[in-house]
């Protein structure tokens, strides 16, 4: 018989699946509809290993959902817009346009070597004019509704890519992409009103998302309930937010943050030449420097002092820049004695600490004080508050008496800011908004759009919109008045392209609708799985989007992914992130030339779990290529050498069933690795049962059967070959899933040994359930143990159940 060759198989069968077709959904076949997607990629030249590992256990599962009998609709495209395309495309001098086209190509030629079921036929680029013309239309929508809007302020640049960053793009204050240290400047830019949101995107009940992606996106929302207490000060009344306004009478002194627009007015003359240079040295600081609790606290008195709305005490106002002016009101009341930050800065600069919360039991923190107390205790010092618990179980109490005493308002505050939209590049969705003279700024008319990105443009960064330059393209005429007018020259945010995306493979050539309302059905994604790194921006950005279609009417959905899970990463084999700088990059292409794509596939199903990830193994691939010869031996070859084996027809339908039940399982729960490791060990089973007496058996034929479609989703073109040199019909991957025979898969017999004088020596199956009596007519009946028993005389028997018989002899 011929040997296993990848290469003589898996090319015939891609194109012989492109050619009939067997991977195009069809909405009107049978079945309930799936839809399994995996994040699509940036066409950024070459699938990596990671995009392989990230595709291939999904791609397995969704035709594994299809053999059961699932509708499943398995589509992929590319995120084609944004600064990796331009950025390479400005290195290698070409057209982003051109450049992009040309990778998408090869990309998915690369997706078809791979042996995916994706429907090519749902394909776009969301660099398509078809597309991002309904990322506008969607923006005319968001502003005609007030979710789209202009405003001025401070907001992040980055000073290499040239371009705004939106909050969620800024990490640890520097640029998500390139890393550069995040500078503030003072800009009119578009937003999108996300915040109107952010409560019902804390909600996650109509959503299966890992709980690390929760915390993270909640964490990023950042709510907090408290109240805002108003002080009197000489430059009027400054509102501070606090979440614990149940230290009220603690409060020492106040804070502002450096940039606050009251700290000119409320520094005095004696003051002003200190407090001006600590405003300086505080705006060449980053907001991460800022922000790190550890640091040294810094800060300058204003010579000014704030009314305590109760006591009536004065309090000092400072500038520190642990304070931000971003959050709250950029100001906040001091309470030393139960607040770290504050506690840190009353040690430093010998400010007043004044304790109001104190533990059960303990005799009060006195004048030397040694760090605050942020625990719960009761209140002290605090006049009519006094004796009740500290910390959330009276806010609502305290903050309720303050309100009648018109000092405080109940507050709730969140980090979440509104989507910075609007970007100063150029390979992205023009904004469709155009400045009249007269009529300010209006949207486009959905009948001219797309309005298109003009081409032979000067990209390269300069601080401005490169649309800017392009007076030609500038010039337009005011959707009201038809007197001339302006386009907006920003680009959109890139987000915008993924935030809707899902939608779009239902219909991806309509022309009328973002996507046919008439598809709604198909939606929502019911597995979507990408990489943690998307955990905040894109899922936070596509679940904002779904409530607004909504709110349009557009959707019943409140979500569009009703599972969500993330893959790991692989490493390179030095366990460090694979880059080109460490050499120690795997390229796929070089792997499926070597060992075919199937034992690639296998191969990064096999390697770890699969949400983990881990470091690649150049010699572990030679395990799955090994079994995939020895699977292919096994239908192929007729030589059977080695010693006779014992196993019967119910051994062998027992491994089948089990392996089909626990593939089931693994395949539920996506855990792919020890999928692979099922199918290895049943074909380990399968190689001795040729040399057994189930070999030739209705139960061989079966197990050959079963074997064949359990592995098409793992490794589809030798299932496929091996499907058609079995002659079956059409092709196993639309074949049906087999059923797993329950009474078959659990078994209800057990193999025990049997000790005679000490020693095993036999070993007999009985039923789990055997009485004594019949364990022991078994072992008596057993040749072996016949052997040692014979011409002895037996004192005792000992059946110990379901794990031992021993026989004692003399
Ligand atoms: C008094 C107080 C007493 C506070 C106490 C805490 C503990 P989260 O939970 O993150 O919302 N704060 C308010 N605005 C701030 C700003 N712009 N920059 C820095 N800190 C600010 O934090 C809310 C708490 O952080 C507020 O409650 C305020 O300090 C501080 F025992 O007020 B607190």
Redesign the pocket.
């Known amino acids: 018989a011929e040997r296993y060759n990848p290469h003589a198989i898996e090319q015939k069968w891609q194109e012989q699946w492109e050619q009939s077709g067997i991977y195009t959904f069809d909405e009107e076949a049978s079945g309930e509809k799936h839809y399994a997607l995996t994040m699509f990629p940036y066409p950024s030249g070459n699938l990596h290993i990671g995009h392989w590992y990230a595709n291939v256990a999904p791609d397995a599962r969704a035709r594994w959902m299809r053999m059961r009998g699932y509708n499943v609709l398995f589509p992929m495209g590319f995120d084609a817009f944004g600064l990796p395309a331009e950025n390479a495309a400005i290195k290698n001098n070409v057209d982003p346009a051109g450049w992009t086209y040309r990778n998408i190509e090869h990309m998915t030629g690369q997706f078809r070597r791979m042996g995916t079921m994706i429907d090519w036929s749902r394909k776009f680029a969301t660099c398509d004019p078809e597309y991002y013309r309904w990322n506008q239309w969607f923006f005319t929508e968001f502003f005609r509704r007030g979710l789209a809007y202009k405003k001025g302020g401070l907001v992040n640049w980055c000073p290499k890519d040239q371009t705004v960053l939106a909050n969620e793009q800024v990490v640890g204050g520097h640029c998500e992409r390139c890393g550069s240290p995040v500078e503030k400047r003072n800009l009119s830019q578009w937003y999108l009103k996300i915040t109107d949101y952010a409560d019902e995107l804390l909600d996650f009940s109509d959503t299966d998302m890992p709980e690390r992606v929760r915390a993270m996106q909640t964490n990023w929302i950042?709510k907090?309930v408290?109240a805002e207490v108003t002080f009197e000060t000489p430059a009027g009344p400054e509102t501070?937010?606090?979440?614990?306004p149940d230290?009220l009478m603690g409060a020492t002194f106040l804070v502002l943050?450096p940039e606050h627009a009251k700290v000119a007015a409320l520094t005095t003359d004696e003051q002003r030449a200190e407090v001006e240079a600590y405003l300086e040295a505080a705006a060449r600081k980053t907001d991460v420097e800022r922000q790190q609790e550890s640091g040294e606290k810094t800060g300058v008195f204003t010579g000014s002092f704030a009314t305590h709305p109760i006591s009536g005490h004065q309090l000092p106002i400072w500038v520190a820049d642990?304070?931000?002016v971003t959050?709250?009101t950029?100001s906040?009341?001091a309470?030393p004695a139960?607040?770290e930050r504050d506690f840190a800065f009353a040690h430093k600069f010998g400010l007043e600490i004044r304790e109001v919360i104190r533990p059960e039991g303990n005799e009060g923190m006195g004048e030397q004080a040694e760090a605050a107390f942020?625990g719960e205790g009761l209140i002290v010092n605090s006049g009519e508050f006094d004796g009740l618990p500290g910390g959330k179980a009276s806010i609502a109490q305290i903050v309720e008496t303050l309100e009648a005493q018109g000092v405080a308002k109940a507050k709730t505050?969140y980090r979440l800011r509104d989507w910075l939209f609007a970007r100063q590049r150029y390979w992205g969705t023009p904004i469709p908004i155009v400045y009249c003279p007269e009529h300010g700024a209006q949207p486009v008319p959905a009948d001219q759009l797309p309005v298109r990105l003009p081409e032979n443009v000067e990209f390269t960064p300069a601080g401005q919109s490169p649309l800017k330059l392009d007076q030609a393209w500038i010039a337009t005429t005011c959707p009201v008045c038809g007197g001339a007018a302006e386009r907006d020259t920003d680009t959109m945010d890139t987000f915008v392209d993924s935030s809707w995306y899902m939608y779009r493979y239902l219909s991806p050539h309509d022309d009328r609708h973002p996507y046919d309302p008439a598809k709604a059905h198909l939606m929502p994604v019911d597995l979507y799985t990408g990489g943690i790194e998307h955990a905040i921006l894109h899922l936070l950005y596509s679940r904002f989007w779904t409530k607004v279609m909504r709110d349009m009417g557009l959707t019943t959905l409140n979500e569009p992914f009703r599972r969500v899970r993330n893959q790991g990463m692989i490493l390179g084999e030095d366990n460090e992130k694979m880059s080109k700088s460490r050499g120690n990059v795997v390229d796929p292409d070089d792997l499926v030339r070597e060992y075919g794509a199937d034992t690639v596939r296998t191969f990064l199903m096999f390697i770890a779990p699969w949400e983990l990830g881990g470091p690649w193994d150049s010699q572990g691939i030679n395990g799955p290529a090994k079994w995939l010869s020895r699977v292919w031996n096994l239908y192929f070859e007729e030589k059977v050498s080695g010693p006779e084996e014992q196993i019967t027809e119910g051994d062998l339908r027992h491994a089948v069933h089990s392996a089909l039940a626990k593939v089931n399982t693994d395949f539920e729960r996506m855990s792919f690795n020890t999928i692979v490791a099922t199918l290895m060990e049943l074909t380990n089973t399968l190689v001795k049962a040729k040399r057994s007496p189930a070999f030739g058996t209705a139960a061989w034929a079966e197990a050959l059967d079963i074997f064949n479609r359990l592995l098409a989703p793992v490794a589809p073109h030798i299932a496929e070959e091996i499907w058609t040199q079995r002659a079956q019909e059409g092709s196993v991957h639309t074949a049906k899933w087999p059923a797993v025979d329950e009474a078959a898969a659990v078994r209800d017999t057990v193999t025990i040994g049997v000790q005679v004088g000490g020693k095993v020596r036999g070993e007999v199956s009985i039923s789990k359930t055997a009485t004594q009596e019949e364990a022991l007519a078994a072992a008596r009946a057993n040749a072996d143990v016949a052997r040692f028993t014979e011409g002895k005389q037996v004192i005792k028997e000992i059946y110990v159940p379901g794990r031992i018989i021993n026989i004692v002899v003399r």
């Open positions: 950042g907090s408290g501070v937010f606090t979440t614990r230290t943050a642990y304070v931000l959050y709250g950029g906040i009341m309470v139960h607040d942020t505050t």
